[in-house]
């Protein structure tokens, strides 16, 4: 049972919602403010992107000053997370790998996402020949060797960033377009599809409005889980030398490193992993809460 | 001769000066294929040479066992699937022939309720924003002023209030949806309404209530309607005149009335002997029909019914029988009527 002051909120809040016409967007963003374990993510990555993208004004130490004498130490109050073999300072290297895998997850995510929704859903939405022509693409490059793939774009083309969002931007949206348009499938076969095309509604309207809203959900989650899987893929095209190169860091290749020397230097692996997995975390939070945000079924108030 | 031979298969004697609907004709056949680049193998034969009018203001039922084609029926009329054959004339326009600006100008002139109360609001949308919609897409309303009154006047005129217009779909129970829906069907001020089965997905007191509704608002706005059901009680109740439908075929059209008291094709027969009587004393005899619905890819030859019915002859079986005018306004496909 609420209190009775409990109750006035809920009345007053109800009063509010008859008065105000409010959009998906402005619905969401109420929701996502009551879910504070989102709002925690959201937070703690916009943080993290500022720390990493500003972090040459901060005025800590380069990432690739080097200070041989000193090698590997443990956190210590001048250098907050330790120093690496080379007397690297960690938490400037964090930071500035922060910035590549960040870029490198955000950016491949959004190509992928990109291309994959729109492929999808005309693929599911036109349907009949087209559609399996367009999916039957999807496979045969499903097929090709992702490694393979990338070794090749390398050696045709320079070894760039550019490049690398590219090539992994273009693998990771075959799985967005196959979810989509399997989606898309089953969605255009509802009523209030046909309804708004029995009112007169242009295609084009039927899927921004009536389509890819419905798809919101998946494409969210499905772009949480993206995000994590495209740095580790960084991580082993650095590994394998087609990634970021030292003196240049990413978390991928920072983890390596302290996997490397885990023994005798434990916090080489454990500041870096322990970024990597808190930005996962916070990711996936924030995708979970921003998709119980976009459904307005989800929310039991 | 067969049935889409068959022009304009009036209803009662009473005349009205222009026919809101004429279709002619119609059939509705979708491939059977197999494998990406493979020929069509065949046909599924949903609707296959129906002709019949509806005249303005006026409610035609459309009974039938599942999978007879009676929603395909419907689908065609508003064009959300594209007719084989034959012609759909509404009001002065073939809309078979229409694309882009003519069909949406003709798009307003009828409007579909849908069966499922669930699927056919989008859930994403609030009931004013999915009102609004179709008002947006014919330019109804001037304003945001204008298009929020109209709505609220909307869904006063549908049984609901004000408040419900900022609510999302799910927080509505399956009569209110359904209110929803003939709202916005409402909302462009349609003449016909093809309404595909709307109660058979709510609770039986709920039905009735949709029912009263759908009768109130033809009165008040003289609308016709083609109500779709397999329900003969509900169609029995608000139909001027009902059609039977089995196998893409019109089996019998005559006033309601006369469908049920005194029907010629055994197929009707047996679907009013089908239906639950109150009197516990009633000697009615049922009349039950033996085996399955044949498949619609490959009819039986001569009357589609005779596999099943219970006083076909040798000439059923070769022989396929017209839509013929047995008396005035009633019109069975049988040859023995």
């Not at chain 1, 004498?69 to 907050?80: I, V």
């Not at chain 2, 006026?58 to 066992?65: R, S």
């Not at chain 2, 030859?301 to 006083?311: D, E, Q």
Request: net charge neutral; with cysteine; charged share 20%.
């Amino acid at each position: 049972m609420p209190e009775a002051p409990e109750l006035e909120k809920y009345a007053a809040h109800a009063m509010e919602d008859i008065e105000q016409g409010t959009s998906l967007w402005r619905d969401a963003w109420h929701r996502l403010q009551k879910n504070k374990l989102a709002l925690f993510g959201g937070g703690f990555i916009l943080l993290l992107a500022l720390a990493c993208f500003l972090s040459p004004f901060l005025g800590i130490q380069s990432y690739e000053e080097q200070n041989l004498t000193l090698g590997a130490t443990p956190p210590s109050a001048e250098h907050w997370l330790g120093t690496d073999l080379l007397g690297r300072d960690l938490m400037a290297r964090i930071l500035y790998g922060g910035r590549i895998s960040l870029s490198v997850g955000l950016a491949a995510t959004a190509v992928s996402l990109l291309i994959g929704v729109i492929y999808g859903t005309l693929a599911g939405f036109l349907g009949g020949k087209t559609d399996a022509l367009m999916m039957r693409f999807v496979d045969i490059l499903y097929a090709l060797p992702f490694t393979i793939l990338v070794i090749l774009l390398m050696v045709i083309f320079e070894r760039s960033l550019l490049l690398l969002f590219m090539a992994i931007g273009a693998v990771e949206w075959l799985t967005m377009a196959r979810i989509v348009r399997g989606q898309v499938l089953t969605l255009r076969r509802q009523e209030f599809i046909e309804a708004a095309e029995a009112l007169g509604l242009r295609k084009r309207r039927i899927v921004f409005r009536h389509l890819i809203p419905n798809v919101l959900g998946v494409i969210i989650v499905y772009a949480t889980l993206t995000v994590p899987s495209v740095m580790l893929l960084e991580a082993f095209l650095s590994f394998l030398g087609f990634g970021v190169q030292a003196p240049m860091s990413s978390w991928g290749t920072l983890i390596n490193d302290g996997a490397k020397a885990m023994e005798e230097y434990p916090w080489l692996l454990l500041f870096p992993a322990s970024f990597f997995s808190l930005t996962l975390f916070s990711l996936n939070f924030f995708g979970d809460g921003l998709r119980d945000a976009l459904d307005p079924r989800a929310s039991k108030d | 001769m067969s049935v889409e031979d068959v022009s304009n298969p009036q209803g009662t004697g009473l005349q009205q000066s222009s026919t809101l609907l004429r279709v002619a004709g119609l059939k509705v056949h979708f491939p059977v294929k197999k494998g990406l680049f493979s020929a069509v193998k065949a046909h599924v034969k949903a609707v296959d040479g129906v002709s019949f009018t509806i005249e303005p203001g006026e409610t035609l039922g459309l009974v039938g066992e599942s999978g007879c084609g009676k929603s395909t029926l419907g689908r065609a009329i508003v064009k959300l699937v594209r007719p084989t054959a034959g012609t759909i004339q509404f009001e002065e326009n073939d809309v078979s022939l229409l694309a882009g600006g003519q069909m949406k100008a003709v798009r307003r002139g009828m409007q579909m309720i849908f069966q499922d109360p669930v699927n056919s609001l989008n859930p994403r949308m609030t009931v004013e924003e999915i009102i609004g919609e179709a008002l947006d897409i014919h330019r109804l309303a001037g304003s945001a002023q204008a298009r929020r009154n109209r709505v609220r006047e909307l869904l006063k005129a549908v049984g609901l209030n004000e408040a419900h217009a900022e609510r999302y779909p799910h927080e509505f129970s399956g009569g209110q949806r359904q209110r929803v829906g003939i709202a916005r069907a409402l909302a462009v001020e349609p003449k016909l309404i093809i309404c595909d089965e709307p109660v058979s997905a709510l609770d039986v007191s709920v039905q009735a209530q949709i029912i009263n509704l759908l009768q109130d608002l033809q009165r008040d706005r003289s609308l016709a309607y083609l109500f779709i059901a397999h329900d003969l009680a509900v169609v029995k109740h608000i139909s001027r005149r009902i059609m039977v439908m089995y196998l893409g075929k019109i089996v019998e059209l005559a006033p309601a009335q006369i469908v049920i008291e005194r029907p010629l094709h055994p197929y009707t027969q047996a679907l009013i002997s089908a239906v639950p009587e109150v009197d516990p004393e009633s000697k009615r005899q049922r009349i039950l029909l033996s085996g399955d619905v044949p498949s619609p890819i490959n009819p039986p030859s001569g009357c589609p019914f005779h596999p099943r019915c219970p006083v076909a002859e040798a000439r059923c079986k070769v022989e396929r029988p017209a839509l013929r005018e047995i008396s005035p306004g009633h019109w069975a496909a049988c040859h023995l009527a």
